[in-house]
């Protein structure tokens, strides 16, 4: 099965930062990118940026698709400052990245809102990529039915990794994926949290793919990364 390597740029970037970014991809990697099938990469920029990404992609055959870091728990409509699955069709976005921990804490998401977005986001095909930690995952799995489970990706997000630059061990990862596999037993599980150049291989041993956040936004950092991803 394909790693999956998805880069939330959370709110980072605008217009020019993302042009910038996608400008200066190395091409050699690209070219490297595209041979190997072993592996997907994904960026979640924020919304404003998706339309010109696009354009980059598409216009330089860039092997990068497009997610987004959130999604709105109501369709089209009046839902001042929402983006519902509809508003976000023909600009190329395969996954939604749903439940993250900042929005969790920040917005107060309960669980039961995000099942209601991983609903709409499953309507229109969008590939959901989940995040939990172990406060949470029982609680929303538990609100999701057989099918939705069996829908989605998830990835395990610890809190205390986020942004620390104190990745957990592979070995910890390993341990609560067992856990997650009672309720998620065929689905491909993610780690994210501090994943970087030195130790993205230990995380891709033993998971299905990793959610990169810091060591996306520049190329210093996301190339050696991918580079990584190759060997
Ligand atoms: P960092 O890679 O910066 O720790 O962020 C992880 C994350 O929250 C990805 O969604």
């Known amino acids: 099965m394909q790693k999956l390597i998805v880069a939330n740029w959370k709110a980072n970037k605008n217009l020019v930062a993302s042009e910038h970014f996608l400008n200066n991809f190395p091409k050699e990697l690209a070219e490297k990118l595209r041979q190997n099938s072993s592996q997907r990469v ?3 920029p924020p919304y404003p940026v ?7 992609i598409k216009h330089q055959a860039l092997p990068i698709e497009l997610a987004v870091q959130d999604l709105s728990a109501f369709g089209a409509g009046a839902f001042t400052g929402e983006v519902a699955a509809e508003n ?6 395969k996954m939604a990245i749903l439940g993250h921990s900042e929005r969790r804490r920040l917005l107060k998401e309960s669980s039961q809102l995000i099942s209601d977005k991983i609903r709409q986001a499953l309507i229109v095909d969008m590939e959901v990529l989940l995040c939990v930690d172990e406060d949470n995952f029982i609680e929303q799995a538990k609100l999701l039915t057989s ?15 986020i942004g620390s630059g104190q990745a957990l061990q592979a070995e910890a990862v390993g341990q609560f994926f067992t856990q997650l596999r009672a309720f998620f037993p065929e689905n491909q599980l993610l ?12 995380f891709l041993k033993i998971s299905d793919g990793v959610l990169i956040g ?5 190329l210093e950092t996301f190339v050696p990364l991918l580079q990584n991803c190759l060997l």
């Open 191 to 202: 780690y994210g949290g501090s994943v970087k150049a030195n130790n993205i291989q230990d």
């Open 42 to 44: 994904l960026i979640a």
């Open 88 to 93: 976000l069709e023909f600009l190329g976005v």
């Open 214 to 218: 810091g060591a996306s936004l520049q």
């Open 147 to 161: 099918t939705e489970r069996s829908l989605i990706k998830v990835a395990y997000e610890p809190l205390k990794a």
């Open 50 to 56: 998706l339309g010109q990404m696009q354009r980059l």
